[in-house]
C-alpha cells in the first residue's frame, strides 16, 4: 500500500505540472476558474470575425485587437493565472492563495499592460528606454521567470538565465575566446527583451496566442464530452483480443489522443490511466508495460495535425505553410505508430502472451463480411456526399454557402447522434477492475462516431477550404462546443426518456470544464513559449548559434553523420524538462542553423522543414530518456515500476523513432517532399517493411529469435530500404561538374523554375588565412539572363580573369547568413569553383530487389527453426 500511495503522489504532482496543483476554496477558487473561462472566451473572440463586425456596426476600431496586443495580453493571462494556480514552493500553501502570489500576479499583469497602455510613447522612443520602461522590463522578466518556474520546474529557468547571463557578460575577459562577444548594455537588452517584438513577444509567443491555444482548447472540450473515453474504447475493441492486445490497443489510442493532444505527460496520464493496469494483467512487467504507453505518448506529439501544438511554430520558422507542415510529418508518425504496434507483437511472442476474451459474434461469418462491406459502403457515400454536396452548395448559392454547410454538418450530425442513441452510453471503466469480455467493435463505434465530425471539420478547413488554421481551429471549437452543450439532451429525446434539464446541465458543465481545462493547460505553454523567446532574442542580439556551430564543427572534425549525432545528442540534452513548444524553439533556435551551415560545407542540402523535423524529433524524445524523462515518471507512478528503468525500457522502443530522422534526412521523399500520390503510397509501404525490420533487429526476434547474422542482415536491409540512394552513389556519382566560371551561361540556359547546385571557396569570416569552402542550391525562377536570374536569388555574381567572383549577399535573402561565414572584404575573393547537376542514372529503386531478396532469405531459415522447434 505504501508504494501504492507514493505512486498515486507522484502522478498527481506529474498531472499538476500541466494544469497548476493549487486548489483552493471558496471565492478563490471560483475566481481562478472564472479567469481560466475569460481567458478562453477572450482567444475565440479576437479568432472569430466579431471584433471587425462590431467595429463595422459603431465605426470605431476600439473592438479589434491587433497581433501585437493579443500577445501582451495572452501573456498577462498566463502570469496571472500561473501566479493563482500554481504554489510557488512545495511547501506552499495548496488551498488557498497566500499574498505574495497575488502580488507576483498582479505585477505581470501590469508589465504586460503597460506596453499597450504606453504603445504610442514607445514608438516614439524606440531603442531609448526610460526608467519607467526598465523597471517594466525587468518585473516582467522576473515575473515570467518565476512563473515558467512554478509551471515547469527548474530546466527552462536555467536555460533562458544562461542566455540572458551570455548577453550580458558574453564579452567578459574570463569568457573563452571562441564565445566571446561584445555585450549589450542592461538598457539595449531590456528593451530587445520585453519593449519590441524580438524577445519574449516575439513570433513563438504570437504563435502560442493565435493558434495554439484554440487547439489546445479543442482538444480539452473534446476530451471532456467524451471523445477521449471513446477513443480508448474503440481501441479495446479492434485489438484488444489480438496477442498483447491491451498494448496494441494503448498505442492506438495514444494515437488518436495525440491528433489533440499538447503534452506527453497528459497523453501518458490520460490513456495510460486504463491501459497501464490491463497491460500488466496480461502479461508484460510494469516496466514494459510503461514503456509502451511512454513511446506511444510521445510519439502523439509529432503526429499531425497538432504534434504537441509545434506544428505552428515549424511552419512560421521554416516559412512552410501549416498544410504542407501536416503533409510532411504525416508519414514518419504513421510508421512510426505501425512500427511500435509490431514492437509489441515482437514482445507479446516473446512473452507468449494471448489476448483478452473476444465477445461472441452475433452474426455468421457472411452477414460480418456484408455488414463490413455495407458500412464501407455507406461511409464512402455519406463522404463522397459531403465532398460533393459541399462543393455544389459553394457553386450554386456561394452567398448561401456558409448557412448551406452548417445546415448540412447539423443534418449529418442529428444522424449520427440518432445512431448513437440506439446504443447505451459509453461508460469510463475502473482501470482496476478484471475485464471479462472486450466491447464489440461495432457497437462501440457507432456510440461516438459523431466525435469525429468537429475533427472533419478542422481538417476539412485546413487541408480542402485552406482557411488559416486558426480559423479553422476556430471553427472547429465552435462546433464542439455545439456537441458537448446538445449531445446528451438530444439522445435523451432521442430514447423518449431521461432528465432534459439533467442533461443540458451535464453537456454544460462538461462544455464549462473543456474551456477552463483548456485555458489551465495553456498557462505552462504560454510562458513557456515568453520564456523561449528570451532564447531567441538572445540568439537574434548575439548570434549564438554560430558559437554553437563552430563547437559541433570542432567536435566532429567535419564528419557529416558525427556531426548529425552531436546534433541528435544535444537536441536531446536541451529537450529535457522542457514541454514540447518551447523544447521546439530551443533545438530549432541553436541547432537547425548548425545542421544547415555545417550540412552545406559537407555537401548536405536538405529542406528547411526536413533540418527542423530532425531537431524536433530529438527534443521530443526527451520526455522518456532518463534521466530527467517526465513522461516515463508519470507512466512508472501509474505502473509501480522503476521510473528510470521505463524510461531506458522506453527509449529502447523509440529507437525507431530515432532512426525516422536521419533517414528523412538524406532521403526527404520520406516527407513527402515533390511526390506523388502513387509514390507517396509506395515509400509508404516500403517505410513500413524497413521500420518493421529495423525492430526485429532491435528486438532480436522475428519469426523466432534472431541469430547474430539474422540481426545484422536486418539493419542492412532496413538501411537499404530507407536510403537506397547510398548503394546507388557508391556505384555511380550522382553529379557531373562543370567550371565555375561558366555559372552565367549555364544559369541562363536552365528551364523555368531549375535549380542548380553550386560548389563555393573563400576566406573563413572569423580567420581570413583559412579557406573555407560550402554548397549552395540555387532556385533560378523565370528565365531570362544568368547574372539577373541569380540576383534574384540573392547572389552578386562577376566574371574577372577567368574567375567568377561572388559578392556579398543581398540582406534578407536566402544567402545572407553567407555574409557571417565568409571573409568578402579582403584581398582573396570569395568564388564559385565548381557548377554540379545532376546526371541520369539507374533509378535507386533497383536496390530494393536485393533488399528483398534477404527478407525472403531471413524468412525462410527462421521459418525452418521455428517449425523444428514446434
Known sequence: MAKASVSLAQLDELVALDTGGRDPRGWQGRLILGMAFVWTLFQLYTASTLPFTLSALTGTSVFVVNNTDARFIHLAFASFLAALAYPLFKSSPRDYIPWYDWVLGFLGVASCLYLIVFKDDIAVRAGLPTTADLIASSVGLLVLGV??????????????????????????????????????????????????????????????????????????????????????????????????????AAVVASALSGIYSGSSIANT?????????????????????????????????LTPPVMGAAAFLIAEYTGVSYTDIVKHAFLPAVVSYITLIYIVHLEAMKLNLKGLTKPPARLT?????????????????????????????????????????????????????????????????????????????????????????????????????????SLSAFWATIAMIVIALTQHPIKALMRNGGNLGAEFKRGSSEWFDGMVSGARN???????????????????????????????????????????????????????????????????????????????????????????????????????????????????????GDPIKTGIQGFAYDIRTAILPFMFIFNTELLLINVTLEKAVFLFIVAVVAMMTFASATQHYFLTKNRVWETCLMLVVAFSLLRPGFWLDIVDSPYVSRAGVEILDFASKQPENAQIRIRISGPDYDDASNIDSSELQIDLGKPGDGSVRLQRSGLLVLIENGIAKLDEPLPATEFSPLSNEYDFYVDRPVTITEILFLKDRLPKELFYIPAFLLIGLIVFTQRRRRLATN
Request: hydrophobic residues 55%; proline residues 4%; glycine residues 12%.
Open 147 to 248: 512563473a515558467v518556474y512554478r509551471s515547469l520546474g527548474l530546466p527552462l529557468v536555467v536555460v533562458a538565465s544562461v542566455f540572458m547571463m551570455y548577453t550580458f557578460f558574453g564579452g567578459s575577459e574570463w569568457m573563452p575566446d571562441a564565445i566571446q562577444w561584445k555585450g549589450a548594455s542592461f538598457g539595449k537588452a531590456m528593451w530587445h527583451y520585453w519593449m519590441q517584438t524580438e524577445g519574449v513577444f516575439g513570433v513563438a509567443l504570437g504563435v502560442s496566442a493565435t493558434m495554439i491555444f484554440l487547439f489546445v482548447c479543442f482538444g480539452s472540450i473534446l476530451e471532456k464530452s467524451g471523445a477521449g473515453n471513446f477513443f480508448i474504447k474503440i481501441a479495446f475493441a479492434m485489438l484488444g483480443h489480438f496477442r498483447g492486445g491491451p498494448a496494441k
Open 269 to 301: 496520464v490520460t490513456t495510460g490511466t486504463f491501459t497501464i493496469p490491463l497491460m500488466k494483467r496480461t502479461g508484460f512487467s510494469a516496466e514494459k508495460a510503461g514503456a509502451i504507453e511512454v513511446a506511444s505518448s510521445t510519439n502523439g506529439q
Open 365 to 469: 461469418l457472411v452477414e460480418q463480411l456484408i455488414g463490413f462491406l455495407g458500412g464501407f459502403i455507406s461511409i464512402t457515400v455519406l463522404g463522397a456526399g459531403v465532398y460533393f454536396g459541399l462543393g455544389w452548395i459553394k457553386t450554386a448559392a456561394p452567398d448561401a454557402a456558409f448557412a448551406g454547410v452548417v445546415a448540412l454538418c447539423v443534418a449529418l450530425y442529428l444522424v449520427l447522434l440518432w445512431v448513437a442513441s440506439r446504443e447505451p452510453n459509453l461508460e469510463v471503466d475502473d482501470p482496476n477492475s478484471a475485464v471479462l469480455e472486450l466491447p464489440r467493435a461495432g457497437a462501440t463505434a457507432l456510440t461516438g462516431l459523431y466525435f469525429l465530425l468537429p475533427i472533419v471539420i478542422l481538417i476539412w478547413c485546413i487541408m480542402l477550404e485552406r482557411l488559416s488554421p
Open 522 to 640: 495553456m498557462i505552462s505553454i504560454g510562458v513557456a513559449t515568453g520564456a523561449a523567446g528570451i532564447i531567441v532574442g538572445t540568439i537574434s542580439l548575439t548570434g549564438a548559434h554560430q558559437v554553437v556551430g563552430e563547437f559541433v564543427e570542432f567536435l566532429s572534425s567535419g564528419s557529416l553523420m558525427l556531426m548529425l549525432l552531436l546534433v541528435a545528442l544535444m537536441s536531446l540534452i536541451l529537450g529535457m524538462g522542457l514541454p514540447t513548444t518551447a523544447n521546439y524553439i530551443v533545438v530549432s533556435s541553436l541547432m537547425a542553423p548548425v545542421i544547415v551551415a555545417l550540412g552545406a560545407k559537407n555537401g548536405l542540402i536538405v529542406p528547411l522543414v526536413a533540418v527542423h523535423m530532425f531537431v524536433f524529433y530529438f527534443g521530443i524524445l526527451a520526455d522518456d530518456t532518463p534521466p530527467v524523462g517526465l513522461a516515463a515518471f508519470a507512466a512508472a507512478a501509474i505502473s509501480h
